[in-house]
């Protein structure tokens, strides 16, 4: 019995030991997002993954969805005890077609975060905030292909 209660109290401590002591331990502390619309980062980081160079801290990507004005992404990513940043890296020239079509790119900071607890979140942009102006038809009706930064061959469209 005494065997039972021992093993059961290492597993519970160890749950709560993920994090170093200077951590508050496994909790959701939040996601911070960024929209960057800029075509030279863009460009940038599209050469460096040419060059087998990632700028991204790792994450999944699993879905996305623009309802109204907002695009929600679904993401995966271990963590749990800092908050983590993620930035929607956006082209400055959208093409000139309708409906409008065209690629981005979702990078993840952990910010350092060793625990390993593996959370899965649906970020939200609001794109009706932001420097492309584009209209709410327009929004309604665009594909969006969003680009894993952590892992370029891995991809998610709303269409």
Same mark, same amino acid.
């Given at each position: 019995?005494k065997?039972?209660?021992?093993?059961?109290?290492?597993?519970?401590?160890?749950?709560?030991?993920? @994090?170093?002591?200077?951590?508050?331990?496994?909790?959701?502390?939040?996601?911070?997002l960024?929209?960057?619309?800029?075509?030279?980062?863009?460009?940038?980081?599209?050469?460096?993954?040419?060059?087998?160079?990632?700028?991204?801290?790792?994450?999944?990507?699993?879905?996305?969805?623009?309802v109204?004005?907002?695009?929600?992404?679904?993401?995966?990513?271990?963590?749990?005890?800092?908050?983590?940043?993620?930035?929607?890296?956006?082209?400055?020239?959208?093409?000139?077609?309708?409906?409008?079509?065209?690629?981005?790119?979702?990078?993840?900071?952990?910010?350092?975060?060793? @625990?390993?607890?593996?959370?899965?979140?649906?970020?939200?942009?609001?794109?009706?905030?932001?420097?492309?102006?584009?209209?709410?038809?327009?929004?309604?009706?665009?594909?969006?292909?969003?680009?894993?930064?952590?892992?370029?061959?891995?991809?998610?469209?709303?269409?």
């Amino acid at each position: 019995m005494k065997i039972k209660i021992l093993i059961k109290s290492l597993i519970i401590s160890l749950l709560f030991i993920s @994090c170093s002591e200077d951590e508050s331990g496994p909790s959701s502390q939040g996601v911070d997002l960024e929209l960057d619309v800029n075509q030279n980062r863009l460009d940038s980081i599209m050469v460096g993954f040419n060059n087998s160079e990632i700028q991204s801290d790792n994450f999944s990507l699993y879905s996305a969805k623009i309802v109204d004005s907002t695009l929600y992404i679904g993401v995966g990513y271990s963590g749990g005890c800092k908050s983590h940043q993620f930035e929607l890296v956006w082209p400055e020239v959208i093409n000139a077609i309708f409906p409008p079509d065209f690629s981005v790119i979702l990078l993840h900071d952990a910010n350092g975060d060793q @625990c390993e607890a593996f959370l899965q979140e649906l970020i939200e942009f609001d794109l009706s905030k932001n420097e492309l102006g584009l209209s709410t038809e327009s929004l309604e009706v665009m594909r969006l292909t969003i680009i894993n930064g952590s892992n370029p061959d891995e991809t998610v469209s709303n269409r």
